[in-house]
Structures are given as structure tokens and as C-alpha cells.
């Protein structure tokens, strides 16, 4: 994270993870939007009023790495490019700078997301018993799972000092995959999360103001796109000719 955007964040006021607890949203809407880190600066010195930053250890970014899974058949990934209404998402997601480490299965469906996940102690490239079997109870079958993609990022979490919301900004992103890797230092994914879809929240009024529109943008189909030459991304290409664009 470049000096810039430490600057930026230093006037918010500090929640702990702990306080954030309030704030989990396992159960929410999501709404994404993509820009640049240039734009980032200024959106970040206009907010201070509005929201606290997440601290931890009296630093005001955290560092994460995912590894997410599929099936052979890139299952999960196919059903976000088909447009499915009900599909999911499984990784294994650290956080770098407390240690902690879980595995995830997210379930998008009607518009909402909901989230489960149990805590493990680190990556898992090849998922033991207990992996599999929490996996199996989420998706409600079992499923032949392997790593399909690491993914890097550096992110900073804004908590309303009002209402439930949150908003989780993600720079610095990094793809890697079988030896191949993408880099998008550049691109900003910023995520608003809220227990109902609401235009009004001070965050979301700012990036319209900006002229930043709502994106539906997965990082997981981002990443098979650029990294994974077989897979079918008809409905991705607008959002990667954005990409592109945004990153030039």
C-alpha cells in the first residue's frame, strides 16, 4: 500500500475487530464497485466524518491471501459466468498479520450473500476430513474439490459510525495459479455490505457523485479469466475490457 492511501486513512477514528463483531453482516447484500487508486485518495479524505477504520495492532490495512477451490470441471466459476441465481464460492482465507485462518463457503443466492465458516490453522492444498465434511453440509452434497487459484491483496475495512454498514476496499490485487501470476496494483475493488441494498449511505453517495457506478465483479472469475485460458468468459468481457481500461 503506497504512502498516499496510509496518509489517507490516518484521520479516521479506530474500531477494533473486536467492536466489528457488530457488524459481522454473514447475512447481507453486496455491492461492488471498481476503480482506480488515484480516485481512492480523495474518496478516503472525504469520508473521515462518516466512518471508523478497522485497527488492528495499530495498523490500519490488513495483508490477506486466499486459495480457492472448484471443481475439475470449473463448476463454480461456470455457474457465476452462466448467471446462476443460486451458486458458491469455497476458499481458505489468512490474514496475514493476525495469523488467522479459515475456510469459507459463500452462498449467493436471490441477490443475497450468506457466508459460513470455520477456523482452521492454515492453508490446506488438500483438504483433511473435517474440511471436507463442513464443505459437504454447506453445499448440501459432496463434491470433488482441488486449488484453483491463490489470490493477494491488501485491504481496509470502513465501518459507518451510523448504521450497519461496512465497506471493504481491496488494492494491490495478485493472481497466481500453476506458475502463472497476474498483477493489478492499480485497480481498486471496493465492496459496500449491508443488511439491505440502500443508495443513500454516505460512502455510496460519494462514489456517485465520482461517477463510480455499481460492478459486478468477482475476484475469483477475474483471476481463472486472465490466468486460465480454456474457461469461457462471455459475460465477464465488459467487466475485463473495464479492467483493462482502469489499468492501462
Not at 134 to 142: H, T, V, Y
Not at 233 to 240: A, G, I, V
Amino acid at each position: 500500500m503506497n504512502r498516499e492511501l496510509i496518509n489517507a486513512i490516518e484521520d479516521f477514528q479506530p474500531i477494533s475487530l473486536q467492536e466489528m463483531d457488530e457488524v459481522k453482516l454473514l447475512n447481507r447484500t453486496d455491492t461492488k464497485f471498481v476503480f482506480t487508486k488515484s480516485e481512492l485518495a480523495s474518496l478516503l479524505k472525504d469520508s473521515t466524518n462518516d466512518y471508523k477504520v478497522l485497527t488492528i495492532n495499530n495498523q490500519r490495512y490488513s495483508t490477506y491471501k486466499t486459495l480457492y477451490f472448484d471443481t475439475p470441471e470449473h463448476e463454480f466459476y461456470l455457474n457465476h459466468q452462466k448467471g446462476k441465481e443460486n451458486r458458491f464460492k469455497v476458499r481458505i482465507r489468512k490474514y496475514i498479520e493476525s495469523s488467522l485462518c479459515f475456510l469459507e463457503v459463500k452462498n449467493k443466492k436471490k441477490g443475497r450473500t450468506l457466508k459460513k465458516r470455520i477456523a482452521i490453522s492454515d492453508f490446506q492444498t488438500d483438504l483433511d476430513k473435517e474440511s471436507c465434511a463442513f464443505i459437504s453440509q454447506c453445499l448440501n452434497e459432496k463434491k470433488e474439490l482441488y486449488p484453483s487459484l491463490w489470490n493477494s491483496f491488501s485491504r481496509i475495512t470502513l465501518v459507518n459510525q451510523v448504521l450497519k454498514e461496512r465497506l471493504t476496499i481491496d488494492t494491490d490485487l495478485t493472481f497466481e495459479i500453476n506458475g502463472k501470476t497476474k498483477n493489478l496494483p492499480n485497480l481498486v475493488i471496493a465492496e459496500v455490505k449491508q443488511e439491505r441494498v440502500s443508495r443513500n449511505t454516505p460512502l455510496v453517495s460519494k462514489l456517485k457523485a465520482r461517477q463510480i457506478r455499481p460492478t459486478r465483479m468477482s475476484k475469483y472469475c477475474i483471476g481463472c479469466v486472465f490466468l486460465k485460458d480454456d474457461l469461457k468468459y462471455n459475460s465477464f468481457k465488459e467487466k475485463m475490457l473495464t479492467i483493462n481500461k482502469l489499468t492501462a
